[in-house]
């Protein structure tokens, strides 16, 4: 591959035109072989050094599409990760992309928890161990579940949540055998689901 033209996109991305062919942009971080400073006009580049140059602009090309999605909503690595191999991309070039995005803080596996959990309470009356498990099944490791959690409970009371689940099982009718089992489900421990109980006998 022979460099027609290399142009700084912005910080740490570049543009380059080759001699043939449409121009393509990527991450100089994600380089393997060569460094920016090998890189200039009219440079004659070895079918290696062009075989790491097109897959930093793939990694690159991830990177922008996992970027789409962030805009969009909160996501766990797991998820995000699923996402793109959906869309055909390659597991160990995804990788290199959410490495990237994790190491400047725009995909964060807590931040997401809390959103998830901010947004799923709107709808849903659930206990800690309900939902450190929905969070487990989306990928969110132990530590950043269990701080995301902590800071979750810390603002809403879970016996008062609870409570709030206990009433709506009443609506329907249920016998206290049936409340309970209900209550469980919904990952309330046994401590908080005996205290509502005996609140309304």
């Given at each position: 591959?022979?460099?027609?033209q290399i142009?700084?996109?912005?910080?740490?991305?570049?543009e380059?035109?080759?001699?043939?062919g449409?121009?393509?942009f990527l991450r100089?971080s994600?380089?393997?072989r060569l460094?920016?400073?090998d890189?200039?006009?009219?440079a004659e580049?070895s079918?290696e050094?062009?075989?790491d140059?097109?897959?930093?602009?793939?990694?690159?090309?991830?990177?922008?599409?996992?970027?789409s999605y962030?805009?969009?909503?909160e996501?766990?690595?797991?998820?995000l990760s699923?996402k793109?191999?959906?869309?055909?991309?390659?597991k160990s070039?995804?990788?290199r992309?959410?490495?990237?995005?994790?190491?400047v803080?725009?995909?964060?596996?807590e931040r997401?928890?809390?959103?998830?959990?901010?947004s799923?309470?709107?709808?849903h009356?659930?206990?800690?161990?309900?939902l450190?498990?929905?969070?487990?099944?989306r990928?969110v490791?132990?530590t950043?579940?269990?701080?995301a959690?902590?800071?979750?409970f810390?603002?809403h009371?879970e016996l008062?949540?609870c409570?709030?689940a206990?009433?709506k099982?009443?609506i329907s009718?249920?016998?206290e055998?049936?409340i309970r089992m209900?209550?469980?489900q919904?990952g309330?421990s046994?401590?908080f689901?005996?205290i509502?109980?005996?609140e309304n006998?």
């Amino acid at each position: 591959m022979v460099i027609s033209q290399i142009m700084q996109a912005y910080s740490g991305v570049i543009e380059i035109t080759p001699g043939e062919g449409p121009a393509f942009f990527l991450r100089t971080s994600y380089l393997n072989r060569l460094k920016e400073e090998d890189l200039f006009s009219g440079a004659e580049i070895s079918d290696e050094d062009s075989a790491d140059l097109l897959e930093a602009a793939l990694v690159y090309g991830v990177e922008k599409a996992a970027m789409s999605y962030l805009a969009r909503a909160e996501h766990s690595r797991f998820t995000l990760s699923q996402k793109l191999i959906k869309k055909g991309m390659d597991k160990s070039v995804i990788n290199r992309a959410l490495d990237y995005l994790e190491s400047v803080n725009y995909l964060n596996d807590e931040r997401f928890a809390g959103a998830w959990l901010r947004s799923r309470s709107i709808d849903h009356a659930e206990g800690r161990i309900r939902l450190a498990a929905e969070l487990s099944a989306r990928g969110v490791d132990k530590t950043s579940a269990k701080k995301a959690l902590d800071e979750f409970f810390g603002d809403h009371d879970e016996l008062e949540i609870c409570r709030k689940a206990f009433r709506k099982a009443q609506i329907s009718r249920k016998t206290e055998e049936k409340i309970r089992m209900t209550l469980a489900q919904k990952g309330f421990s046994l401590k908080f689901i005996d205290i509502v109980v005996k609140e309304n006998i």
